[in-house]
């Protein structure tokens, strides 16, 4: 019995055109060729029960699908906000993708609350993706729902977060009936009421009469109302011009009450998000969060502002990927000063523009320079903020870069700090314990240190290491660099100095000449850093390989891995056939092996990055210089800094990209430029031919003689990683000290310097 179409409802969208379908039969009989995103299904808390006659059951018996098997390994939990939860990709031979479990939390639970969840829950789930949903009428079956309340309450749901903007292209409502074309008494009715919602819906002009009321949206639980009140009186005090509303609707009807949330937040420039406990805990919040993302996706100028005003538990994925501010109190703070200085802050980046001032500002450089960078652990914040004040002080027409005042809400918060070292010219680093043991720190450091040596470098960046925090020893990566003694009672009188310098540094252009006494011999002497890189991958390579009957070999035995193991591979699409000879090697040594390929599905690709054992990325210009690659290294970066053993593997297919210093110290397993691969495989035959036919790879590929002593190199060092005790995490960026070897640890005195 196949499914069959009886009526649809077409929306005009601000995202194009979106549909509405009522279909008739049984979901598990839906075509390969009707392939949807997701599959809803609703249960019980808990209780995926076979038994009885459910969507669940229809599944389990027709398709073999366990829906409890899917909940023992989710990918997205959801069910604490959301009342759901989001299985892995479901196997391809399936209509299906994915599959989303909503589940009744309490027993009082309405259709309207369990509906409003489902679409709440479809923001995280779609991930600003257009996806297609085929669902039953949600707890029409066990849970004793009206099929007709549902069927509206979902089609006037859809209708609304189609227009509003939510990246739902096509909902396939299916009415479960045997017979297709003799429908029972009960889903005529439904057709029927179906019929006159399109008559409705299709012809509402309501969002196309929206227009822009007012500047700033402040969205906030009914028991922060006054504290919403206070920083609405805050920003008014800037400027009596803005307008700004921060009343809370009355709830008369959800789907009005939408609607005129949409009405008021239509035009606004900032969404101010007063992020508290009560917040998280009211549904009606998390559907102005909603708006405000659908709303976002259309208008360039407004932005979210969440203000993190308590410590929260975890937070639902459409709040957590937003950057906030945080608006923590310490003891030394009141509320009215912490809304003052934030309300400046805003006012100052919100400047109600003409249209001839906008576009002046399109022909601004995007990448600004910053003068001062300063590196600092965020355990000790309360000093940078002490640092951060004098510097502002001394130097008031300065670029600073400051994390807490330069990072902007939604941002990519780790590419934002890399492109920033990208443009500095000088950077202030923050000596303490915690600086040490910060992975990011480090990294920091190891990108500042390339850029301040480096002979491929056009713009030298001028370092400043200042201790703010005693410590033992200087560890090997720091190098052997003077540092500024700032300790206790000396924090002040020395930052004082160094600020009221750098202003005359600055102004003369003299930085070089004035802090001559803080340069070691090892800042003083450039190096090529691409040189220095190569002859440590020479150095490694020859520690630990060597070349036995045209194939490299490794001088210790690396053992079969023969656990399960998922690992993915990213690359251009000229570098596949690096892949597939990759693939074709590591089988030999990882016989279960899972290989994974990225598909058209963003949700799939994170999900992926998030899980895999082990990622390997073929670095290249074509790949690293696209919004998606560095997306996708930073994504590994944050997985690679929580863990201990090595699973993120580089190999650089050609020249390393040079459009970003911190391509440049990436740990390459190899890079097939590198001039002693070409020397160790003069033995090989000159080509080498696969035919490969998996894994979504499909072709005849040729190599050269460099390439394959470079592939099964890298394949060797991957299939080390997994060996026990091997694959240590030697961070994400390689430290140059370290690369030439010629540091130890220091005790911190033989490091600091007083002013001259």
Known sequence: ??????????????????????????????????????????????????????????????????????????????????????????????????????????????????????????????????????????????????????????????????????????????????????????????????????????????????????DVFISHSPKDAQTALMLKTNLISFDKRIKVFCEKIEKEDDDILLEHILSVMFGCKRVLIILTRSYLETKDCLDEFNIALCLRRESKEMKLVPLCLEDLPKLPPVIGNVQY?????????????????????????????????????????????????????????????????????????????????????????????????????????????????????QEEFNIVVTRCISKEEEDRLFLIPVCIVDVEFVPDWFGQLNIIDARGSCLVPSMEKLAAQLHLSFKNNSIWNDFDWLITKQLKKQISVQDETMKFRERLFKENYKVEKQTVVPRSLIPTCTDDCNVLFCFAPDDMKFAAALMDSLSNYLPRMETLLFNKSHQDRLSLLDQADHIIMFVSKEYLSTTKGLEELTICFNRQRRVKHRFLHFACTSEIPDHLSYLQILPYSVVFSDLHLRGITKKYPESRTLVFEKTGIQGTFTYSRYQIAAL?????????????????????????????????????????????
């Open 325 to 441: 501010m945080d608006c923590r109190l310490n003891s030394e703070e009141s509320v009215s000063e912490k809304f003052f200085e934030i309300s400046q802050k805003i006012m100052n980046e919100m400047v109600l523009i003409s249209p001839k001032d906008k576009f002046i500002k399109k022909t601004l450089k995007t990448k600004d320079r910053y003068d001062i960078f300063v590196s600092y652990p965020t355990r000790n914040s309360e000093l940078m903020k002490i640092v951060y004040d004098i510097l502002r002080k001394h130097n008031p027409d300065m670029k600073i870069f400051y994390d807490k005042e330069e990072l902007k809400t939604g941002s990519n918060w780790q590419q934002s700090i890399y492109e920033a070292l990208e443009v500095t010219k000088c950077c202030i680093i923050l000596v303490a314990p915690a600086y040490f043991e910060s992975a990011m720190c």
């Open 1 to 214: 019995m196949a499914l069959r179409k009886v009526d649809s409802l077409n929306l005009s969208t601000t995202q194009g055109p979106c549909e509405i379908q009522l279909m008739v039969g049984d979901i598990t009989n839906l075509s390969m060729k009707d392939k949807v995103d997701l599959l809803i299904v609703s249960a019980f808390p808990n209780n995926y029960d076979v038994s009885t006659q459910s969507l669940i059951r229809s599944l389990y018996i027709k398709l073999h699908l366990s829906v409890e098997k899917l909940s023992a390994n989710k990918d997205m939990d959801l069910r604490t906000y959301f009342s759901c939860w989001l299985s892995k990709p479901l196997p391809d031979h399936l209509p299906y993708a994915r599959l989303a479990c909503f589940e009744k939390r309490y027993i009082a639970m309405t259709p309207v609350e369990q509906i409003g969840d489902m679409f709440r829950g479809f923001m995280p789930i779609f991930n600003s993706q257009d996806t297609t949903v085929i669902t039953p009428l949600l707890g029409t079956g066990s849970q004793g729902f009206k099929d007709i309340f549902v069927l509206t309450t979902i089609v006037e749901r859809a209708c609304y977060w189609m227009k509003a903007g939510l990246p739902l292209r096509c909902l396939k409502i299916v009415l479960y009936d045997k017979d297709l074309y003799k429908p029972k008494k009960k889903l005529e009715d439904c057709i029927k009421i179906f019929a006159e919602l399109k008559m409705k819906l299709e012809v509402s002009q309501i969002f196309k009469m929206l227009k822009a009321s007012h």
């Open 712 to 756: 099964e190199k890298f394949a060797l060092d991957i299939v080390g990683s997994f060996a026990a005790g091997n694959g240590v995490n030697t961070g994400n960026l390689l430290n140059i000290f370290r690369v030439q070897q010629n540091n130890q640890r220091v005790p911190l005195n033989k490091c600091l310097v007083s002013w001259p």
